[in-house]
């Protein structure tokens, strides 16, 4: 696996690699690699011919008194992780290399409407970073093909209209949600969990399921059953963020006339803020 820090070292071999006839698939991350990060470099490899994995804690995306400086950082077993899947480069760089010496100072990219809600709400200026950093990156590898997980989904749509708006000719890949045994979703925040607090947080896949349940059965009261969820996560001790019933193309509150839905919710346990979504179809009645 190649590894690199700089930008004009990536671009020469990337070059080589698109004069060589191969395609490029690109998978960014920030690190603290888990068994959902290794599926992410599993599934571009069934879909280019060289991976090309980042590790970058992005500045940009995290608020003032978010946890930038604890985010937890794991170089060596991360790049032995990468190792083991037959990743073909990590591109590691640092802060300096990808935005230079004046982080207020940089250009950035504003994707409208998707990002005023739920996560974008909560945290000003995250998807702001997002889409800033995936730009860069889409720039700097010009991948054929790039994969992300699922389970920041609304992440995974304002990338996909970042895309659009500004033509990046990629394939944009989703990836399912990885989990535990017990259903919690896989995450890098998931280490700040005690063990007690990691099997109760398994309550929120099982509220995100039982809402889906109701709704197949034909209860269309989405305040209702918002309600009835985050009722039933304060009373396990969580802080629910939000808990919605949305069209699952557009992230609107859910109506009766939609047949595609997500549910998004983001709930606190104790010192990790926790994603999670459920996606379903309803049949044509």
């Given at each position: 696996?190649?590894?690199?820090?700089?930008?004009?070292?990536?671009?020469?071999?990337?070059?080589?690699?698109?004069?060589?006839?191969?395609t490029i698939a690109l998978v960014p991350t920030m690190g603290n690699l888990h068994a959902g990060?290794?599926?992410?470099?599993?599934?571009?490899?069934?879909?280019?011919?060289?991976?090309?994995?980042?590790?970058?804690?992005?500045?940009?995306?995290?608020?003032?008194?978010?946890?930038?400086?604890?985010?937890?950082?794991?170089?060596?077993?991360?790049?032995?992780?990468?190792?083991?899947?037959?990743?073909?480069?990590?591109?590691?760089?640092?802060?300096?290399?990808?935005?230079?010496?004046?982080?207020?100072?940089?250009?950035?990219?504003?994707?409208?409407?998707?990002?005023?809600?739920?996560?974008?709400?909560?945290?000003?200026?995250?998807?702001?970073?997002?889409?800033?950093?995936?730009?860069?990156?889409?720039?700097?590898?010009?991948?054929?093909?790039?994969?992300?997980?699922?389970?920041?989904?609304?992440?995974?749509?304002?990338?996909?209209?970042?895309?659009?708006?500004?033509?990046?000719?990629?394939?944009?890949?989703?990836?399912?949600?990885?989990?535990?045994?017990?259903?919690?979703?896989?995450?890098?925040?998931?280490?700040?969990?005690?063990?007690?607090?990691?099997?109760?947080?398994?309550?929120?896949?099982?509220?995100?399921?039982?809402?889906?349940?109701?709704?197949?059965?034909?209860?269309?009261?989405?305040?209702?059953?918002?309600?009835?969820?985050?009722?039933?996560?304060?009373?396990?001790?969580?802080?629910?963020?939000?808990?919605?019933?949305?069209?699952?193309?557009?992230?609107?509150?859910?109506?009766?006339?939609?047949?595609?839905?997500?549910?998004?919710?983001?709930?606190?346990?104790?010192?990790?803020?926790?994603?999670?979504?459920?996606?379903?179809?309803?049949?044509?009645?």
């Amino acid at each position: 696996m190649h590894t690199i820090s700089n930008k004009r070292p990536l671009r020469e071999l990337l070059t080589d690699t698109r004069q060589a006839g191969q395609t490029i698939a690109l998978v960014p991350t920030m690190g603290n690699l888990h068994a959902g990060h290794l599926q992410l470099v599993k599934v571009a490899k069934t879909k280019a011919d060289f991976v090309v994995c980042t590790i970058f804690v992005n500045p940009l995306q995290f608020g003032p008194h978010e946890d930038l400086d604890a985010y937890p950082r794991t170089l060596g077993e991360d790049i032995a992780k990468l190792t083991s899947v037959d990743c073909d480069c990590l591109f590691i760089p640092a802060v300096s290399e990808i935005y230079g010496s004046d982080l207020s100072a940089q250009s950035t990219v504003q994707v409208p409407e998707l990002t005023n809600l739920y996560c974008g709400k909560s945290r000003p200026g995250h998807f702001e970073g997002v889409a800033t950093i995936v730009c860069k990156l889409f720039n700097l590898v010009q991948p054929n093909v790039a994969v992300f997980g699922l389970k920041d989904y609304q992440q995974f749509l304002v990338i996909q209209k970042m895309t659009a708006d500004l033509e990046f000719n990629i394939d944009l890949v989703g990836v399912a949600i990885q989990r535990e045994a017990h259903g919690l979703a896989l995450s890098s925040r998931n280490r700040y969990l005690n063990d007690e607090q990691q099997q109760k947080a398994a309550l929120i896949y099982q509220s995100l399921l039982d809402i889906e349940k109701r709704i197949k059965k034909g209860n269309l009261d989405f305040s209702s059953l918002e309600a009835l969820a985050v009722q039933r996560l304060d009373d396990t001790g969580f802080k629910v963020d939000y808990f919605s019933i949305c069209n699952a193309n557009t992230l609107r509150a859910a109506s009766k006339l939609d047949r595609e839905f997500v549910i998004l919710t983001a709930v606190q346990v104790g010192p990790s803020r926790l994603l999670d979504n459920v996606r379903f179809t309803l049949d044509k009645q």
